[in-house]
């Protein structure tokens, strides 16, 4: 079991930038694959970005690419998401996944460990 608690998210601005962190407990943590999935109301939750558990592979989501970097450190259990030139349509609630294989996952499905979801506002 792996129990998974975002922090970070907030209010900004058009163009600002947050820092969000999912903290990692319970079973190693350094063996998944993680996750940050988005999920805005009305909307079906969408993928963001997905990192290997080493760290040397990641993916993002081409809504996010070269404005999102998500990375992680595996000696302090955390993975994070840097987000820069923040834009109204990023506004959601976004959660960590951990995923119990060793593979970049881009679905939900892929994923067997889910936080509670940290709120992101952009005011235009």
């Known amino acids: 079991q792996v129990q998974l608690v975002e922090s970070g998210g907030g209010l900004v601005q058009t163009g600002g930038s947050l820092r969000l962190s999912c903290a990692a407990s319970g079973r190693t943590f350094s063996r998944n694959t993680m996750g940050w999935f988005r999920q805005a109301p009305g909307k079906e939750r969408e993928f963001v970005a997905t990192?290997?558990?080493?760290?040397?592979?990641?993916y993002n989501s081409d809504s996010v690419k070269g404005r999102f970097t998500i990375s992680r450190d595996n000696a302090k259990n955390t993975v994070y998401l840097q987000m820069n030139s923040l834009k109204p349509e990023d506004t959601a609630v976004y959660y960590c996944?951990?995923?119990?294989?060793?593979?970049?996952?881009?679905?939900?499905?892929?994923?067997?460990?889910w936080g509670q979801g940290t709120q992101v506002t952009v005011s235009s």
């Open positions: 996944a951990a995923s119990r294989g060793v593979v970049l996952a881009t679905t939900p499905s892929e994923y067997d460990y």
């Open positions: 990192i290997s558990w080493y760290g040397g592979s990641t």
